[in-house]
């Protein structure tokens, strides 16, 4: 029999005799065992007879017994089921116990399993022999049977816990290897102890597992803070928790969640989390609720938000907070007439300007209480706003206000247009003009609507008077409403007369309303009304139809004069407008109608302006540029357009004679205009020195207060059947100059 496989059944019955040689085994207690439970164990030996002692020994301590009867039987025998112990003999024929001990290790499964030698001699050199081969343990002969049950009992429990504890780490090991993250144990010290890279570890420097230390791992800063956490890690024992900014290639940061959690007192776990792409994906979420899609700039969440935090900061501290509410003026005419693909560069251009200003202007604004707040937000629409918090808001407030408004009078490059798109601002400041958040928009809205009422293009500080104004303009809107359904408008005519001849060229119409409640109401206190709500359109309409009456009324009576009329910026986008200009024209001589439009406009409009122009021009309509000097038209636009006469603004004549720049800056501006072959009229004149300075400069043409004000129909028929001219102009113009003043 090669091998020998005995079950507890099959076990031949103890020959007589024999039980007394085991005698002592039936008296170990051994624990009940269940067939599920009996460990196999395997009986490597030459001898027979210890098979059969064995067998019936285990027999009764509820092991299975399996035999071989050498070396290379047993390993055989293990790549069937593997044995739960190995009982292995030293002394065999062939090969050793020893050798054979080694070679068990080696095949698979036995790294572990216990082996029991049994050397016949007890020397210190077998018995060291047994160790290095991979015994478990071992036992000198001879066996002492109830000893060596207890030995086998002890060993298969300590292999169960060994084998428990290998699956517990192989379990361990796959977890961590599983999980993305890099994780390092480390000493006190910070140096590396164990390495396993995770997602990110190229953000760490060396790649890791070759580092030492953490300072080749990591930044200084960020080294800094893991030395701090582990201090505390394990001095209290705990898990620590961290994020890490570290440095990536190029603009590109990561972002690490770092744990320390404390192994025992020296050392400790630090689990790296790599969680750059949940910042970036935070940030897109940030940016889609908290930033304006068009511009980029804050939005009405995160405005809401800063300003609230601004306020709350300010009342803790005594501060200030302004806030700035910015309008672009005529941006709806602008978004209506070349489109909102326009509109939308537009407003992309004015935020850019407006965020550059801020960054000016705040450069270096340190408020003593903490860093200052500086929000620009986009409200919607074209409204534009500036929060800014901390001392001496106020002053940089008036800085930004003044700077945009100067910044926004450069045209913007908008797809194939050039626009001026000039820019209202209100400011309201805290404490001073409200302590909500509510009522300080509330305020800036306010201020910024004087603003407007102010002729645009400009800003204003909030005043609790201009609540007022605000309910004036909403009640000025409706009385003038009425004025245009109600006939209350009417024109008046102010002769702009030749200086050298003394007669009359044209006449300049200007609007008047006939306000029940408030008498004769002049232009500018209801014009900018009228822009804004629109009534301005019917108006002009009212205007050109009046001009129509009076010229076939004067032409009845055998008087033939021109009519210059103004238009607004508004005004010249109005197509119907346009129209019934070009049909008032139509069939008088060329030159009877002139329209005055502002510099503004030069600035504003693109293609469609120079078609208009052309329009006008070839139906024998003149254009002036009115209140020259004042706005910021260029020299190519005089050089392209079809224009005709330069308006020199009254408050460079009302200069005259006493500011000694006036007088070359008006001699330069009628040089200009002669050399672009343009008339020159001067607003304005009421004395007969300013006169007499003009027609020295080579001025054509005067109007103003010295020849006559204003004039009613009546007044002016009257005026015009007496012959319309000033005959003592010649006289005045020659008497009155003061040598050297104007050369
Ligand atoms: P403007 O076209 O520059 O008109 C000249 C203004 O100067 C008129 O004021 C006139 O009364 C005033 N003025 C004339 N001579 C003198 C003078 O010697 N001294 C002084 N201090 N002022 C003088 P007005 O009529 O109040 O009109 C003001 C502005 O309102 C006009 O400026 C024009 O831009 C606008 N406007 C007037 N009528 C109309 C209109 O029918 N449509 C539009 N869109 N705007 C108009
Ligand atoms: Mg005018
Ligand atoms: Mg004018």
Redesign the pocket.
């Known amino acids: 029999m090669d091998q020998v496989t005995r079950q507890q059944d099959s076990i031949p019955s103890a020959m007589p005799g024999e039980d007394d040689e085991i005698a002592g085994i039936a008296a170990v207690p051994v624990a009940p065992v269940t067939p599920q439970e009996r460990p196999r164990i395997l009986v490597v030996d030459d001898d027979p007879e210890i098979h059969l002692l064995a067998g019936a020994t285990f027999d009764i301590a509820g092991f299975e017994f399996i035999g071989a009867l050498d070396g290379p039987r047993a390993i055989d025998m293990l790549r069937g089921q593997l044995p739960d112990l190995i009982l292995l003999d030293v002394m065999m024929p062939g090969i050793d116990g020893f050798e054979t001990c080694r070679r068990i290790r080696r095949e698979p499964g036995c790294a572990l399993l216990p082996i029991l030698m049994v050397t016949g001699c007890d020397d210190i050199a077998s018995i060291e022999t047994a160790y290095e081969s991979g015994a478990t343990d071992f036992l000198a002969k001879p066996i002492n049977w109830m000893l060596m049950i207890h030995r086998i009992r002890y060993l298969l429990r300590g292999h169960a816990t060994l084998a428990a504890l290998h699956r517990s780490e192989a379990r361990q090991s796959a977890l961590i290897a599983a999980i993305p993250d890099a994780l390092l144990r480390l000493d006190r010290e910070g140096r590396v102890l164990q390495f396993k890279p995770g997602r990110g570890v190229q953000a760490l420097g060396q790649g890791g597992e070759a580092a030492a230390t953490l300072a080749e791992l990591l930044p200084p800063s960020a080294c800094m803070a893991i030395r701090r956490e582990i201090a505390i890690a394990l001095a209290d024992q705990s898990m620590r928790e961290l994020e890490l900014e570290l440095p990536g290639s190029g603009q590109d940061t990561f972002a690490f969640d770092a744990r320390l959690i404390a192994i025992d007192g020296e050392q400790v776990i630090l689990l790296l989390r790599d969680i750059t792409e949940r910042r970036q994906r935070q940030r897109v979420i940030h940016q889609l609720a908290y930033r304006d899609g068009l511009t980029g700039l804050a939005n009405r969440q995160q405005f809401d938000q800063d300003l609230a935090d601004a306020l709350a900061h300010a009342r803790r501290r005594d501060d200030q907070v302004a806030v700035l509410f910015l309008d672009l003026d005529q941006f709806k005419r602008i978004n209506d007439s070349l489109g909102h693909a326009t509109g939308d560069e537009l407003l992309r251009g004015a935020a850019q300007r407006l965020q550059e200003v801020v960054d000016q202007a705040t450069l270096g604004w340190e408020a003593a209480t903490g860093p200052p707040v500086k929000t620009v937000a986009r409200l919607g629409g074209d409204e534009l706003t500036v929060i800014l918090g901390g001392q001496g808001a106020d002053q940089i407030a008036r800085q930004v206000a003044e700077r945009v408004i100067d910044r926004f009078r450069e045209p913007f490059q908008c797809i194939e247009h050039s626009i001026v798109c000039t820019v209202s601002v209100g400011v309201a400041v805290h404490p001073s003009d409200g302590a909500t958040a509510g009522d300080l928009l509330e305020h800036a809205d306010t201020a910024m609507y004087a603003a407007k009422l102010n002729g645009r293009n400009t800003f204003r500080f909030f005043a609790p008077s201009m609540g007022e104004d605000a309910s004036r303009k909403i009640d000025v809107e409706a009385r003038l409403r009425r004025a245009v359904d109600e006939q209350q408008l009417a024109l008046y005519y102010?002769p702009v007369v030749d200086i050298e001849h003394g007669e009359t060229l044209r006449l300049?119409?200007?609007?008047r309303w006939q306000d029940p409640e408030e008498g004769v109401v002049?232009?500018?206190s209801f014009?900018p009304v009228a822009e804004e709500s629109g009534l301005?359109l019917p108006i002009?309409l009212w205007?050109v139809e009046e001009i129509g009456r009076r010229l076939a009324d004067w032409s009845q009576r055998g008087m033939s004069f021109g009519v210059a009329?103004?238009?607004?910026v508004r005004?010249f986008a109005h197509q119907e407008l346009i129209e019934r200009l070009l049909e008032l024209a139509r069939g008088r001589p060329a030159g009877t109608i002139e329209l005055?439009v502002t510099e503004g406009l030069l600035r504003d409009q693109g293609v469609q302006l120079t078609e208009t122009f052309g329009r006008l021009h070839a139906a024998g309509i003149r254009i002036a540029i009115?209140?020259f000097g004042t706005g910021y038209s260029s020299l190519a636009h005089l050089q392209r357009l079809p224009i005709d006469t330069l308006k020199i603004d009254?408050r460079f004549v009302r200069e005259l004679g006493h500011d000694p720049a006036s007088d070359p800056l008006i001699r330069t501006m009628i040089a200009l205009a002669k050399g672009f072959g343009l008339h020159t009229v001067a607003?304005?004149?009421?004395t007969e020195e300013q006169l007499a300075l003009l027609a020295h400069a080579g001025c054509r043409a005067a109007?103003?207060?010295?020849f006559a004000h204003?004039l009613t129909t009546d007044q002016v028929t009257t005026y015009l059947e007496r012959g319309g001219d000033f005959p003592w102009c010649a006289r005045a113009r020659r008497d009155a100059a003061p040598a050297g003043s104007v050369h």
Not at 508 to 511: F, Q, S
Not at 703 to 706: A, C, M, R, T, V
């Open positions: 102010q300049e119409a200007l609007l002049s232009a500018p014009i301005i002009g205007v009329l103004n238009l607004s005004q005055e009115d209140d009254r607003e304005g004149v009421e109007q103003g207060f010295l204003p």
